[in-house]
């Protein structure tokens, strides 16, 4: 799978469709990134969307978000999803724990929903960007599900 961006990954998991109207096309990132350095105010990152193209709309949940890799070090992470059109925002790592209970993320319209996002915090006190050689490249697994809404 690719995304818009040209970035690479492998859908895990098995999709099962019963009906045409559970059948669903959304395009999502398939890898995001976010970075905090001495010059900003905290984390940075682009912004990225999902949008939906299926005929009915589609509720999205984040159900949860995994340590990967280099994530030891930061133990004081705040990391949040913050979406660029309205007033929402989502914690997905607090003090270095992530998100570990299924959060309703947003409701995309059918064929033209779109959600913006990008990511927002800090590395933490334990972390001295001042004194840091190499930079640190933390991975995280963040699981979306979504639910095709049913017709009023």
Same mark, same amino acid.
């Given at each position: 799978?690719?995304?818009?961006?040209?970035?690479?990954?492998?859908?895990?998991?098995? *999709?099962?469709?019963?009906?045409r109207?559970?059948? !669903?096309?959304?395009?999502v990132p398939?890898?995001?990134?976010?970075?905090?350095n001495?010059?900003?105010?905290? !984390?940075v990152?682009?912004?990225?969307k999902?949008?939906?193209?299926?005929? +009915?709309s589609?509720?999205?949940? !984040?159900?949860?978000?995994?340590?990967?890799?280099?994530?030891?070090?930061l133990?004081?992470?705040?990391?949040g999803?913050?979406?660029t059109?309205?007033?929402?925002? !989502?914690?997905?790592?607090?003090?270095?724990?992530?998100?570990s209970?299924s959060?309703?993320?947003?409701?995309?319209s059918?064929?033209?929903?779109?959600?913006?996002?990008?990511?927002f915090?800090?590395?933490?006190?334990n972390?001295?960007?001042?004194?840091l *050689?190499v930079?640190?490249?933390?991975?995280y697994?963040?699981n979306? +599900?979504?639910?095709v809404?049913?017709?009023e």
């Open positions: 799978m690719t995304d818009e961006a040209g970035n690479e990954g492998t859908l895990q998991g098995t *999709l099962t469709i019963f009906s109207s559970q059948y !669903i096309d959304v395009t398939v890898k995001t990134e976010f970075a905090q001495k010059s900003s105010d905290g !984390i990152s682009p912004i990225y999902i949008q939906n193209h299926s005929e +009915r589609i509720s999205v949940f !984040i159900d949860s978000v995994t340590n990967g890799e280099h994530t030891e070090s133990t004081d992470l705040t990391l999803m913050k979406n059109q309205q007033d929402q925002s !989502i914690l997905l790592v607090s003090h270095g724990q992530t998100l209970e959060t309703p993320l947003t409701t995309l059918n064929e033209t929903g779109i959600y913006e996002f990008s990511f915090g800090s590395a933490g006190n972390i001295s960007l001042e004194d *050689l930079p640190i490249k933390p991975t697994m963040m979306l +599900r979504f639910e809404n049913k017709e």
